[in-house]
């Protein structure tokens, strides 16, 4: 199972990568387990200085931006 980590604070563009990634997920129709990170400590841990951020298995794929469901769809495949 894909482990996924939105890091954010809760603002309205992590809110939407968060939306975005359940979406590709449920369409992609693969298990993963979804959580958000919210403590800015845990967040700076990864070197995530700009949210939102996505990690995938551990890795760190996207930081400031909210990609588009192709690139996520990419960035899963490639951690599957």
């Given at each position: 199972?894909l482990e996924?980590?939105?890091?954010?604070?809760?603002?309205?563009?992590?809110?939407?990568?968060?939306?975005?990634?359940?979406?590709?997920?449920?369409?992609?129709?693969?298990?993963?387990?979804?959580?958000?990170?919210?403590?800015?400590?845990?967040?700076?841990?990864?070197?995530?200085?700009l949210t939102?951020?996505?990690?995938?298995?551990?890795?760190?794929?996207?930081?400031?931006?909210?990609?588009?469901?192709?690139?996520?769809?990419?960035?899963?495949?490639?951690?599957?």
């Amino acid at each position: 199972m894909l482990e996924i980590k939105i890091l954010g604070t809760g603002c309205p563009k992590c809110k939407a990568l968060y939306k975005t990634v359940s979406e590709v997920i449920s369409e992609m129709g693969i298990d993963a387990d979804i959580k958000k990170v919210e403590q800015i400590n845990e967040i700076v841990e990864y070197g995530v200085m700009l949210t939102p951020g996505l990690v995938i298995n551990g890795k760190v794929k996207a930081a400031g931006k909210v990609p588009g469901k192709a690139e996520l769809k990419k960035q899963i495949e490639s951690e599957m």
